[in-house]
């Protein structure tokens, strides 16, 4: 971690704000090239929910990177970035059929995930390539809201009308080109991968003209020191063998897809703040900070883990504190934690911020989002400007 670049970033620019080590996301990709070094045909597509600020996606599509997209927006932000449009794959969930359309005449490739859009598609583009997206009936994921895989979600096309996709598949009412699963985001346990793995593998065979398969994302990072995390050379080992199977089987070899978000930039980023004041009370010690959930959400909402490092005192004795923001409501950012002696005004940074930090941020409590900032061939550059008071008014009508 570098401290004295973090400082230097916060005191420059000031805080709240969020900023990015470039070479981090580059090594992260790196891994993964040197784990799936063996599988003959792959593609890592970035799961740009996680992070879309256009100078980050830019740097990502620099490293031969594709997209995954969940929304007409970030299709059209992608393609603005430079992605190659046949490697822009679309995977919307419950849009309007209208949406679709957009993005099919963009020229991306577009991932289904309910049997009425895939009919509005045939019907629209006969013979048109697609791709569909199925449950697996799996659970998997690190809290209960980003575990998508099971028969409960409302992702992929139920096991019980796989039948049915088959069947128009063999009669040319569809022309099924690609398979798509994502089962859930920070996946532990490798089984739950491999339960994922054999299921589309052995779902593919069914359709004549598959040419890919896409596994999603999920990769599970550590977020503190001996925390748990995937194990990238048996996953890939895992998609290696049910590959091999199907090449036997069928004679033919697909194109494999990987779409991390976390994987590749949650490390990256860092949220710094700074304290206003140090509230003590007959059970806490409140380190009051200059943001909340507002801006770093993940800890209010699935109750993560971000290890929080005292840049302006980082090696003094620890103390146990509660970080908590300034929103109108329970915003605790880290509970009762051991952190290096706190004093007021010191600059509280938040590790493994990357990936759906500033993006899941919001203008709640009229906040205005922090800038972001970028280390990049050692200098820090600023990569988005902080909102004002202007932007937040924009929009809105004043009729009186
Ligand atoms: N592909 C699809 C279709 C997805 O829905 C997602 C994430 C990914 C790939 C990337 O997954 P990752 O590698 O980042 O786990 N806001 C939550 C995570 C939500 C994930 C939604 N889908 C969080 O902060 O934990």
């Given at each position: ?152 979600s409302k992702f992929g096309i139920p ?132 943001s909340g959930f507002n801006h770093f ?28 923001g300034y929103i109108c409501e329970k ?70």
């Open positions: 971690m570098k401290i004295k670049e973090l400082k230097k970033a916060a005191v420059n620019f000031g805080t709240p704000i969020y900023v990015y080590d470039l070479s981090i996301i580059e090594s992260q990709y790196r891994k993964l090239q040197n784990a799936f070094k063996n599988l003959d045909n792959y593609k890592i597509h970035f799961a740009a929910k996680s992070l879309s600020n256009i100078s980050v996606l830019k740097f990502i599509k620099n490293l031969e990177i594709g997209l995954d997209a969940v929304s007409i927006e970030e299709v059209k932000i992608g393609i603005k970035c430079g992605f190659k449009k046949h490697e822009i794959l679309f995977t919307p969930n419950g849009v309007n059929f209208s949406e679709i359309k957009e993005a099919k005449s963009l020229g991306v490739k577009i991932n289904l995930d309910s049997l009425e859009s895939i009919k509005d598609f045939s019907e629209n583009y006969p013979n048109d390539p697609i791709s569909i997206r199925i449950n697996p009936g799996i659970y998997a994921g690190g809290n209960e809201k980003i575990s998508v895989g099971h028969s409960n096991e019980e009308f796989i039948s049915d996709l088959i069947k128009m598949d063999k009669e040319n009412r569809i022309n099924v080109t690609g398979l798509h699963i994502h089962t859930g985001s920070d996946i532990t346990k490798n089984n739950e991968f491999e339960k994922g793995i054999k299921k589309i593998f052995s779902t593919a065979t069914k359709f004549k003209n598959i040419e890919s398969i896409d596994l999603g994302g999920g990769i599970k990072i550590p977020y503190f020191s001996g925390d748990t995390e995937t194990n990238l050379n048996d996953y890939a080992k895992a998609v290696e063998e049910e590959h091999n199977k199907f090449k036997n089987n069928t004679g033919k070899k697909l194109k494999i897809i990987f779409e991390p978000g976390k994987f590749l930039v949650s490390d990256s980023g860092y949220f710094i703040t700074s304290v206003n004041y140090i509230k003590k009370s007959q059970n806490n010690n409140f380190i009051q900070v200059n959400l993940r800890p209010t909402l699935y109750n993560s883990y971000h290890e929080v490092i005292n840049l302006s005192n980082p090696n003094d004795q620890k103390e146990e504190c509660t970080i908590v915003d605790t950012l880290a509970e009762k934690r051991m952190i290096s002696k706190i004093s007021k005004g010191d600059l509280l940074c938040f590790k493994n911020a990357g990936a759906y930090g500033y993006n899941m941020s919001s203008n709640y409590n009229s906040r205005l989002r922090p800038a972001e900032l970028c280390i990049h061939d050692n200098s820090i550059k600023k990569i988005r400007e902080k909102e004002n008071l202007e932007d937040l008014l924009k929009n809105q009508i004043d009729i009186f």
